[in-house]
């Protein structure tokens, strides 16, 4: 055989190749194309980057609320979702929660709050802060996937307080918030909110000031509501930790409680007055 035709015979596997469509050895494939951080809409992606380092992989046991609670999910809003998604949370109006702005163009954290979100990190091996601005689209996708994910929601009666409050400002009453505190809280964390136990389970302390300057007023009362079912807090109708004729907690009531928390987090406030 000549060495022309040898040759021809020795291309005749790539020919075949190239014919039934096949790309080039070496040659990239466009379906392995790194997409944009931008670009990115798929939910698990985005919740695993931006929200399981504190809020759990499957959206529990993390140090922040979990995010697949029924009843949550049936009291919050998608609009409210994109919008704590979006804008974070604030612990007062001057002072940022561990929940950080997730949406373009939102105000990013200050020198001191750096330093305190380093130490948040440190303590809980989470990472709250994202590793790069969401678009409007990536938004929706996670508020729309957590809604969709881990429902359908299943609240347990109708009396089921709102999640946010119908009162005014400032509606609670911290005094009222005490005798709320000793009647559905104070079996678990202390009389004074100084943390105890249930059983051999210890109940962490909700009079320390770290913690409540972590928290925001609309946390507590979504606690309050829900409880933390993923570590044993009861839900606001829950008996666990409380006393037998025990009553479901009202919207005004958890209101109550919410004040009286608020107010401790004030430097040298009396705790359980």
Excluded at 61 to 90: K, T
Excluded at 207 to 224: E, K
Excluded at 227 to 248: E, N, S
């Amino acid at each position: 055989m000549s060495d022309r035709r040898k040759g021809v015979w020795r291309l005749l596997p790539l020919l075949v190749a190239l014919a039934a469509g096949c790309d080039l050895p070496g040659r990239p494939n466009p379906a392995d194309r790194p997409v944009p951080a931008d670009q990115v809409v798929d939910f698990g992606t985005l919740y695993t980057a931006n929200c399981a380092g504190c809020h759990g992989a499957d959206g529990k046991l993390g140090p922040a609320p979990p995010l697949n609670d029924p009843i949550f999910l049936a009291i919050v809003s998608e609009a409210e979702l994109r919008r704590a998604i979006s804008e974070g949370r604030a612990v007062t109006p001057t002072q940022k929660s561990p929940m950080p702005a997730f949406g373009l163009g939102k105000s990013r954290l200050t020198e001191a709050q750096a330093k305190l979100w380093a130490e948040l990190k440190e303590a809980t091996h989470a990472d709250p802060r994202p590793t790069s601005p969401l678009t409007d689209a990536q938004v929706k996708v996670l508020a729309q996937g957590i809604k969709q994910r881990w429902g359908p929601p299943a609240p347990r009666s109708e009396s089921v307080p709102p999640y946010l409050t119908t009162a005014e400002a400032g509606g609670g009453k911290k005094e009222h918030g005490a005798h709320v505190f000793a009647r559905a809280c104070a079996g678990c964390h202390g009389s004074q909110g100084e943390g105890g136990k249930i059983g051999d389970q210890p109940v962490g302390a909700v009079n320390n000031q770290a913690f409540l300057a972590l928290i925001s007023d609309q946390a507590l009362r979504r606690y309050a509501i829900t409880g933390r079912p993923d570590l044993g807090m009861p839900a606001y109708d829950g008996k666990k930790g409380r006393p037998p004729d025990f009553q479901p907690l009202t919207s005004a009531e958890i209101d109550d409680l919410v004040a009286l928390l608020a107010d401790w987090r004030q430097p040298g406030a009396a705790k359980g007055k």
